[in-house]
T-cell receptor, first 113, second 115 residues
Framework: GNSVTQMEGPVTLSEEAFLTINCTYT??????LFWYVQYPGEGLQLLLK?????DKGSNKGFEATYRKETTSFHLEKGSVQVSDSAVYFC????????????FGSGTKLNVKP | EADIYQTPRYLVIGTGKKITLECSQT?????MYWYQQDPGMELHLIHY???????EKGDLSSESTVSRIRTEHFPLTLESARPSHTSQYLC??????????????FGEGSWLTVV
């Protein structure tokens, strides 16, 4: 079946630290992969996406590379800011049923000044 | 920027009342979804629709109902609210003419508190 597993939080970092949030997936074929961010009291916003192996999605200093060999899509940022504090969700959409979306359980990031 | 709107954003209502959460999108998407989420926690799909007059129950059982009479509109109704319905409800959509892929877009959410 299809599923997404992401690291449990909360993750607490100091400002300007390097961020990695791990995400691995199970799917048949080549799904599309996504990272969403949710700020307090708001809905989910698309942060970045990748649709095929070795693609790198990037946005607002965040990056994630679609790794087929390790079935991973880890989120990274070189220097986090207090404003990056939010909950981050990894998600996939299967190749043969792109109307379905599978979300990880979310990772809360706290960035301290 | 996603064009999907939810009203009300915040609602406090008494037990037993009927409520409708509104969701509209202007992206021409044919697929729409309702998720239930406790603050910062995982998402639970409760309803989805692949087009007009099409509605299906999601993975999490819910006492709410939905309708899809127009492409752009996907309201969720609770006939008799209970405190256990207190949660955030997120509407989403995907697909359509303006979408370049299968990305799902979310509204800002409706926070429901039943007292």
């Amino acid at each position: 079946g299809n599923s997404v597993t992401q690291m449990e939080g909360p993750v607490t970092l100091s400002e300007e630290a390097f961020l990695t949030i791990n995400c691995t997936y199970t799917a048949t074929g080549y799904p599309s992969l996504f990272w969403y961010v949710q700020y307090p009291g708001e809905g989910l916003q698309l942060l970045l996406k990748a649709t095929k192996a070795d693609d790198k999605g990037s946005n607002k200093g965040f990056e994630a590379t679609y790794r087929k060999e390790t079935t991973s899509f880890h989120l990274e940022k070189g220097s986090v800011q207090v404003s990056d504090s939010a909950v981050y969700f990894c998600a996939l959409s299967p190749l043969y049923n792109f109307n379905k979306f599978y979300f990880g359980s979310g990772t809360k990031l706290n960035v301290k000044p | 920027e996603a064009d999907i709107y939810q009203t009300p954003r915040y609602l406090v209502i008494g037990t037993g009342k009927k409520i409708t959460l509104e969701c509209s999108q202007t992206m021409g998407h044919d697929k729409m979804y309702w998720y239930q989420q406790d603050p910062g926690m995982e998402l639970h799909l409760i309803h989805y629709s692949y087009g007009v007059n099409s509605t299906e129950k999601g993975d999490l059982s819910s006492e709410s109902t939905v309708s899809r009479i127009r492409t752009e509109h996907f309201p969720l109704t609770l006939e008799s609210a209970r405190p256990s319905h207190t949660s955030q409800y997120l509407c989403a959509s995907s697909g359509g003419r303006r979408n370049s892929g299968n990305t799902i877009y979310f509204g800002e959410g409706s926070w429901l508190t039943v007292v």
